[in-house]
């Protein structure tokens, strides 16, 4: 074969990779449940996803919250479920390239759960001197807010309780205090539901003594950089999902929600002053 036309070969081929590798939508999400849920919830999603994209959905597991923010930096992964927290963490390590594009509805308004074994604590101020534990330390549910709203009720988790542990995800956070390895702890109020549904919690001996005010939480957000017509072509993707429709209800049902709605970087505005007053970015 000429040179030129061995030249041409080898440029189409290069193309054809270029495409291949393209026509795979790598996604993930914080590991704040265990990997076998998380593998479980995206699985009809991924697949709903590829219908509607045509493209070949790859779900990317990760170790821990800081994994996820570093991935969407470095383009590593296209979209991933993240918490208020994590995304605002990504926004400014890409500063403000990641695009968060849906919320649950629910995730407009969403609540942490303080919860004990302990018949003593009965309200916030029951807590010190007490062991505590909360989720992971980039949490938005499991963390973050509950730390923020501890401190506006004069509570200092630092030096107010006995010891201060971190579970790594809510569901850990439950097993906790069902052991006795902590007083109390907290977690989001969607995963304690769930739990309670699949009588994997007993709440008559762990119960919720507490709420958190509302606040904006969950998202899906994704990559600097990524097609503007694939991001919209996600984007209302996830708003046509409908759990009246029976081939969608299954998708719902795991992501805990009866609608998604369009979300925006401003939403998440009190979630980064919080973690600023909190100390916990600069």
């Known amino acids: 074969m000429p040179l030129l036309k061995r030249l041409a070969a080898l440029t189409l081929l290069g193309f054809a990779g270029l495409a291949s590798a393209q026509a795979v939508l790598k996604v993930s999400a914080i590991p704040d449940e265990s990997p076998t849920e998380l593998q479980r919830k995206f699985a009809p999603l991924g697949n709903y996803l590829e219908k509607e994209t045509g493209m070949k959905v790859k779900f990317v597991p990760v170790t821990d919250y800081a994994a996820v923010v570093e991935a969407l930096a470095t383009g590593k992964i296209d979209m991933a479920w993240l918490g208020g927290f994590t995304y605002v963490q990504s926004k400014i390590r890409t500063k403000g390239a990641t695009i968060p594009i849906v919320q649950r509805q629910e995730d407009a308004a969403f609540t942490s759960k303080f919860i ?93 003594f507490a709420v958190t005010p509302p606040y904006y939480d969950y998202n899906w957000t994704v990559r600097g950089g990524l097609d503007p017509a694939l991001r919209k072509k996600l984007t209302e993707a996830f708003l046509r999902l409908d759990p009246a429709n029976p081939e969608q209800r299954e998708i719902m049902a795991l992501q805990r929600t009866a609608r998604y709605i369009p979300t925006r970087p401003e939403n998440y505005d009190g979630i980064e002053a919080a973690a600023r007053a909190a100390g916990l970015i600069r």
């Not at 097993?175 to 008559?204: T, Y």
């Open 116 to 208: 004990t074994a302990d018949s003593a604590i009965k309200s916030l101020a029951d807590l010190k001197g007490h062991t505590f534990v909360f989720g992971a330390p980039s949490s938005t549910s499991g963390h973050l807010m509950p730390r923020h709203f501890l401190l506006q009720a004069g509570i200092d988790p630092d030096k107010d309780f006995k010891t201060l542990a971190y579970s790594g995800a809510h569901d850990a956070t439950v097993a906790f205090v069902q052991a006795g390895r902590a007083d109390a702890g907290v977690l989001n109020a969607s995963v304690w539901d769930k739990l309670v549904e699949q009588r994997k919690v007993d709440p008559a001996k762990v119960r919720v």
